[in-house]
């Protein structure tokens, strides 16, 4: 299962991030969040520019999350301080806008072209009329 919260734990499998056991300078981080459509040079691009603004920034890091996050309800999540990832292009790209790092890990032409063309993909699926939408709304009309 893909994740789809934003997590991090030690031993669990289900979280965004997974720091399995320190070995020191050996130790290794496993993010499994990446989309298999995404620019893969991108995506670690960001990743790393979002770990060097944590390590500048000396943001504190949450308590891993050792349960299964797929058995917990939204209110166990909640609780715990966990957040959602991004479930849509828009909210992708929403989220992408409010956090400078993006920026600065693809650079200003990268970023801004990015952002453009996504922005008009989205416009574009936004639009489309779906088979169920056809059916559900013709009946009513």
């Known amino acids: 299962e893909a994740p789809c919260y934003i997590a991090w734990s030690g031993k669990n499998r289900s979280p965004l991030v997974r720091v399995p056991s320190s070995r020191g300078l050996s130790t290794r981080i496993e993010v499994r969040s990446v989309d298999p459509a995404a ?24 308590e891993p999350v050792n349960q299964n996050i797929y058995e917990m309800n939204r209110e166990e999540r ?45 416009d574009y699926y936004r639009t489309q009329v779906s088979e169920w939408e056809r059916e559900q709304y013709m009946k009513q009309y």
């Open 39 to 62: 620019n893969p040079y991108m995506a670690l691009a960001a990743i790393l520019e979002a770990g060097l603004d944590g390590i500048k920034n000396k943001l504190e890091v949450p």
């Open 78 to 122: 909640e609780a715990v301080g966990i957040q959602d990832l991004p479930s849509t292009l828009y909210t992708a790209l929403k989220s992408m806008r409010e956090n400078p790092s993006i920026k600065k890990a693809l650079g200003n032409h990268i970023y801004n072209q990015f952002i453009n063309s996504k922005s008009i993909e989205w």
